[in-house]
């Protein structure tokens, strides 16, 4: 059981880590959006943009691949505590990730489209997206908690 928790906690190390890059990739489409035509604000922020988007994906990469190591153990060990209870939960929580998945993507896209000289949507509308994970993420916590079904 020790392994377990140990990998556990991994995966939701993992996971606040790549949730930092989910909230903040959005913001700093926002911080692009209103940067205006200054050059050298824009250049830093796309930076930081690309680093963060790298290391979002690393992060979610090292999450999948703990979250696969708890399901297969899962599915070789019956006796703990979480497989007792119905899958659904599990399935309506996947479908969520990958939602947030497709968010990020987006956002990441946009950004490869800014240093393309691509415009961004607007700083309203990127606001709204910014909002976005947090649903999905209070949606995700409950479903992980609460196990509804």
């Known amino acids: 059981m020790p392994a377990y928790l ?14 930092g890059g989910v909230f903040y990739l959005p913001r700093i489409l926002v911080n692009i959006a209103e940067a205006g035509n200054e050059p050298a604000v824009r250049a830093r922020l796309v930076l ?26 899962h599915r070789a060990t019956l006796s703990l505590p979480d497989v007792v209870a119905g ?38 509308a990127l606001r709204w997206f910014n909002e976005l994970p947090v649903l999905l993420l209070v949606a995700v916590v409950y479903l992980v908690l609460a196990k509804p079904f």
């Open 87 to 124: 899958r659904g939960w599990l399935h309506a929580k996947l479908a969520l990730v990958v939602v947030m998945l497709a968010h990020y993507i987006v956002g990441g896209r946009w950004l490869k489209g800014v240093e393309a000289g691509r415009p961004l949507p607007s700083s309203g």
């Open 6 to 19: 140990w990998i556990k906690t991994a995966h939701v190390v993992f996971v606040m880590a790549w949730m």
């Open 48 to 73: 930081m943009g690309r680093r963060l988007y790298r290391f979002g994906h690393i992060m979610f990469g090292l999450a999948v691949v703990m979250g696969l190591v708890l399901w297969l153990g």
